[in-house]
């Protein structure tokens, strides 16, 4: 028989017993399985094609490891610089391999992550802020006329570019 690997199948829960565990675990404990913070539900097969491959195109459709609100690090490749600079939680794979979407970008469950389009109207040009784990361009909020998002992208505050001369 083939091995299970979604959530649902027995091996990857012995596997997560074992890492959260102390290596001897036959059955995960409940004590052991709390620790694990399980991602939204996987999409099903039935559903459309939401996402176009990042490398083929759209032509080729992508089945995403992450759920929205995270993007995908590679970890698997040594070159990876995402793998041991931030904290990774559990793919729908059961891989450490998701990284919540950071503020003043989102992620709309492709596996990828998207800056928020800058503002263009007269008078409130600049970047806009989005929470941390944002999902859609709709969770990028424009700033007022006389405040500007910070440097990292998560709040609004008073205009400082005018008063800065670096």
Not at 76 to 81: D, P, R
Not at 100 to 106: L, R, S, T, V
Request: aromatic residues 6%.
């Amino acid at each position: 028989t083939r091995p299970m690997t979604s959530f649902r199948g027995k091996s990857l829960l012995l596997a997560l017993a074992a890492l959260l565990g102390d290596g001897k675990a036959d059955t995960p404990t409940n004590a052991m399985l709390a620790k694990v913070e399980v991602a939204a539900p996987r999409p099903t097969d039935s559903q459309p094609c939401a996402c176009a491959d990042p490398i083929y195109g759209a032509d080729v459709c992508y089945e995403p490891v992450c759920p929205p609100g995270y993007f995908k690090c590679c970890f698997a490749c040594a070159e990876a610089k995402c793998k041991n600079m931030v904290a990774l939680e559990l793919s729908w794979r059961g891989e450490l391999e998701c990284i919540k979407c950071h503020p003043g970008d989102f992620c709309d469950g492709c596996d990828t992550f998207s800056m928020c389009p800058a503002n263009i109207q007269p008078g409130r040009e600049g970047s806009r802020v989005s929470a941390m784990g944002s999902t859609r361009v709709a969770d990028c909020e424009s700033c007022g006329s006389d405040q500007e998002a910070d440097f990292q992208k998560s709040t609004c505050i008073d205009r400082y570019s005018s008063s800065c001369n670096v």
